[in-house]
């Protein structure tokens, strides 16, 4: 395995094991590690989703097995989101409009991690279902289109509105992000594409790292500065995205 090979292998590592910790599965993380590798969108985008489905699958596990979790809130987000993920999943973007929506989804990752609030703590309350619907069909589309599982704009949005606590909203958004990544990646197939054949180092070790940032999370584990720097690294890839959107329309 060549240096850059293995460093790839570590970026993912540690995406996986960052993202986890806070109920995300780490597709802003990998779309942004395949950024700066250059890797195509008809590569990315499947790639993202299938490390995201066994990522996902771990940390709802490891979060429900804590006690945190609410179907109650889920089911209403999903109900909405997976045939507008399925949807975004079989469309291909024009490259330089794929590199402009994932830009705006590493930007909105990269503030996340960079800017937490205070932990919502005591009183909440589910949103009315039809306002979840129509919230998870949005963000489910943008999840289907870039090859995310929607995290980074779902667990804002349980906080902001107080729809969950930070725990619950980390199992609910882990669940969310399993569902969407599961019919994006269905979408995608059904579209011609195929499955895709990502290398099974790459699956492993996110695998690992998902279970590491899982556990732990889902225990009051604290990982604000590496958080941070993962955010610096994220803005970074969303410069290099516009860098390269700028470039192709100067070709």
Known sequence: MSPEELLLVALIFVVAAL???VGHAGASGYLAVMTFFNLQQSVAKPTA??????VASITVFQFARAGHFSWRILWPFLVGSMPFAFFGGAVKLPDYGYRLVVALVLLVAAVRLMIRGTPVKGDTKPPAIPVAIVTGAGVGLLAGLTGTGGGVFLTPLLLF????DTKAA???????????SLTGLAGNYSNGNGLPEVNPVWVAVAGVGGLIGSYFGARKF????LRKLLGVALLVAVVKLIQQTMESFGK
């Open 222 to 225: 604290e990982t604000g500065v």
């Open 49 to 54: 989703l299938t490390l995201n489905i066994f």
């Open 170 to 180: 980390a199992g609910v958004s882990a669940a969310f992000i399993l569902g969407n």
């Open 19 to 21: 993202y986890s910790s």
């Open 161 to 164: 509105f107080r729809w969950a």
